[in-house]
């Protein structure tokens, strides 16, 4: 089964600080994952896709990378309307769609 | 702008069965694939299945197929999520989602989420 992970589970930093998430694919043909940002009591939104495309409208101080199985999300520096939970995805044409387990982000 | 639309609120008995909806706006509904997303009370997100209109195609998670049906009526630019007998353990916020992308698929706009409580 397709199984996507993402470290840390939760963070707490300061405002300002370089905040970055791991998301490890569970077959390197995934080739890409997309970033979705969810606040509390909201819908999730697409943040970043296909691994470093920012969604229209993301501030540019979110950015993706990765390759193969290994990918990360930065914050280069944290603002507090950034508190949410991220989750990463990916899609094989087998098992069809992946989220990870999220990353819930706090203010310290 | 694509904005997608769905049903308020529902609670139910178990053993219930239920469709909630997802309406489309500002997009080729017939070319979209539209999806939904379950998400159990402070969980993360699991797909659940996907058509697309046009033709019906419809696609499932393994874990959902033979629990929830997909469908979809091109005359009112709405997709359905359906189940037969409802369990407590569907209780959830379920979203429906449009996808994008190729070769690698993402969900870029999202519903507001309806809320499907649940009791036994």
């Known amino acids: 089964d397709i199984q996507t992970t993402q470290s840390p589970s939760s963070l707490s930093a300061a405002v300002g600080d370089r905040v970055t998430i791991t998301c490890r694919a569970s077959q390197d043909i995934a080739k890409s994952v997309h970033w979705y940002q969810q606040k509390p009591g909201k819908a999730p939104k697409l943040l970043i896709y296909?691994?470093?495309n920012l969604q229209t409208g993301v501030p540019p101080r979110f950015s993706g990378d990765g390759s193969e199985t290994d990918f990360t999300l930065t914050i280069s520096s944290l603002q507090p309307e950034d508190i949410a939970t991220y989750y990463c995805q990916e899609y094989d044409n087998i098992n069809l769609f992946s989220f990870g387990p999220g990353t819930k982000v706090d203010i310290k | 702008e694509v904005h997608l639309e769905q049903s308020g609120a529902e609670v139910k008995k178990s053993g219930e069965s239920l469709t909630i909806s997802c309406q489309a706006t500002g997009s080729n509904f017939r070319t979209s694939w539209i999806g939904w997303v379950r998400q159990m009370p402070g969980k993360g997100l699991e797909w659940m299945g996907s058509i697309f209109p046009f033709d019906s195609d419809t696609r499932y998670n393994p874990s959902f197929r033979g629990r929830v049906t997909v469908s979809a009526d091109l005359s009112t630019n709405t997709t359905s999520l359906r189940w037969s007998s409802l369990r407590a353990s569907d209780t959830a916020i379920y979203y429906c989602v449009r996808r994008r992308g190729y070769p690698s698929y993402f969900f870029d706009h999202w519903g507001q989420g309806t809320q499907v409580t649940v009791s036994s």
């Open positions: 296909a691994t470093s």
